[in-house]
């Protein structure tokens, strides 16, 4: 057969726009950002992240959070021009829709933890920027304090300007896309639609200066804690932890979602249902099959070897995992590596004098040596293995296992 590759390579992705907003959510995310460095290039450098963990009785949440930016966003003072009640409201009415849309259960306002909400919001307008959960703890939320999370977010209200409804849906819309977020993890999604946790509190103010902050407050208390395992709820993060969403569905975002690619691709049936990925995949040293949509194989176009292509959904197609590449264009996760661009720059340690792994997953004859630091660009993970990765050079990889999260060091020591 001729080999077609597919005429119009896809730009890889920059999925960082200016920090308009920096929204962060509580519950079990573990990666972070760091300075950029050359592949191969030691980076001394201290990462200016950090770590919140908050264990509580069987609950843990923490969250990796980017260093402190104020913006020069003006120091609060709650506008008289906007109804801040009526869009804590609608807030919750829009979390709660979003639920609805995926078969999940209403979150119960608890006035106790909307006090504690409106707390977090006026610290962090106080303070004229987000803490990246420094400042946040489960303990004052108790009896609520089981399985904890927080979504905070600022954001200059002009850009979701109207009434209470509509600044509410932008809200919800931004920490369900996470478009303007500096650590897009989908940790703000997951926190929305949570089928574990039943009870929330939400913080608003607005500045005189027009910047709205936000913050939301959700756990439980003990009795509603043990309708659910430790199990299931680590179970449900699993894919957080991937830095793939869960298969949810939003109709403020979906509505966006078909801009230059065919609607079918963004269509859920009984075969075939698909995660958010932020990242792409590569070819290797071999042409990829390309599939449609229902499994089919093109025998007329595959992917070129050693290219990089942008994919935003990984796909299950009669349950087989695929990438999307292009409009009904899909390739085996087994043929290709998966990546996710959003860690660029991540500074990780080695624990040992650590292996360095080939684009296959295959060990080398190359180490790194102890507690030597490295710039990260890539993450991967073999989804049978279940084995992460990290780049550090062209065709040079450390396993997770074999590595420690500086920006998680530093929290630690800072805490």
């Known amino acids: 057969m001729g080999d077609i590759m597919i005429s119009t390579k896809k730009k890889i992705a920059v999925l960082f726009s200016t920090m308009l907003v920096m929204g962060t959510s509580v519950a079990n995310a573990t990666t972070t950002f760091a300075e950029t460095t050359d592949a191969l290039q030691a980076n001394s450098s201290e990462v200016s992240n950090s770590n919140v963990s908050n264990n509580v009785k069987q609950g843990s949440s923490q969250e990796t959070d980017n260093a402190n930016n104020t913006n020069n966003i003006a120091i609060t003072q709650a506008s008289s021009s906007y109804d801040v009640a009526a869009i804590k409201s609608e807030i919750i009415n829009e979390t709660n829709r979003l639920r609805s849309q995926n078969g999940l259960n209403p979150l119960t306002d608890i006035g106790f933890l909307d006090t504690y909400a409106q707390k977090r919001a006026d610290t962090l307008s106080d303070a004229n920027s987000l803490d990246y959960h420094k400042g946040w703890s489960a303990i004052p939320m108790a009896p609520?304090?089981?399985?904890?999370?927080?979504?905070?977010?600022?954001?200059?209200?002009?850009?979701?300007?109207?009434?209470?409804?509509?600044?509410?849906?932008?809200?919800?819309?931004?920490?369900?896309?996470?478009?303007?977020?500096?650590?897009?993890?989908?940790?703000?999604?997951?926190?929305?639609?949570?089928?574990?946790?039943?009870?929330?509190?939400?913080?608003?103010?607005?500045?005189?200066?027009?910047?709205?902050?936000?913050?939301?407050?959700?756990?439980?208390?003990?009795?509603?804690?043990e309708r659910s395992s430790i199990l299931d709820r680590n179970k449900y993060y699993y894919t957080h932890d991937n830095y793939y969403s869960n298969v949810s569905k939003y109709d403020l975002s979906n509505s966006e979602r078909n801009t230059g690619n065919a609607a079918q691709d963004y269509t859920q049936t009984n075969n075939y249902t698909f995660v958010d990925l932020r990242g792409g995949v590569s070819t290797l040293d071999n042409f990829v099959n390309i599939y449609s949509k229902n499994g089919k194989q093109y025998t007329n176009v595959r992917l070129a070897p050693n290219t990089d292509w942008y994919s935003?959904?990984?796909?299950?197609?009669?349950?087989?995992?695929?990438?999307?590449?292009?409009?009904?264009?899909?390739?085996?996760?087994?043929?290709?590596?998966?990546?996710?661009?959003?860690?660029?720059?991540?500074?990780?340690?080695?624990?040992?004098?650590?292996?360095?792994?080939?684009?296959?997953?295959?060990?080398?004859?190359?180490?790194?040596?102890?507690?030597?630091?490295?710039?990260?660009?890539?993450?991967?993970?073999?989804?049978?293995?279940?084995?992460?990765?990290?780049?550090?050079?062209?065709?040079?990889?450390?396993?997770?296992?074999?590595?420690?999260?500086?920006?998680?060091?530093?929290?630690?020591?800072?805490?």
């Open 312 to 415: 935003d959904i990984m796909a299950i197609i009669n349950g087989t995992y695929y990438f999307h590449v292009s409009t009904d264009g899909y390739v085996l996760a087994t043929d290709i590596l998966p990546w996710a661009t959003f860690l660029h720059g991540k500074i990780i340690r080695a624990n040992s004098n650590a292996m360095i792994y080939n684009d296959y997953g295959n060990p080398t004859t190359d180490h790194v040596s102890a507690d030597t630091k490295w710039s990260t660009d890539r993450r991967s993970i073999n989804l049978t293995a279940n084995v992460k990765y990290y780049r550090i050079g062209t065709n040079a990889w450390l396993r997770g296992t074999d590595v420690t999260d500086m920006a998680t060091v530093k929290s630690t020591t800072n805490s």
């Open 144 to 225: 609520y304090n089981q399985d904890a999370e927080e979504n905070i977010l600022l954001m200059p209200i002009a850009n979701i300007d109207g009434n209470a409804s509509t600044i509410a849906k932008g809200v919800i819309k931004e920490f369900y896309q996470e478009k303007n977020d500096p650590d897009p993890n989908y940790g703000h999604r997951k926190n929305l639609l949570n089928p574990y946790v039943g009870f929330m509190g939400t913080g608003v103010t607005i500045t005189s200066g027009g910047v709205i902050y936000v913050a939301q407050e959700m756990g439980n208390d003990d009795n509603y804690a």
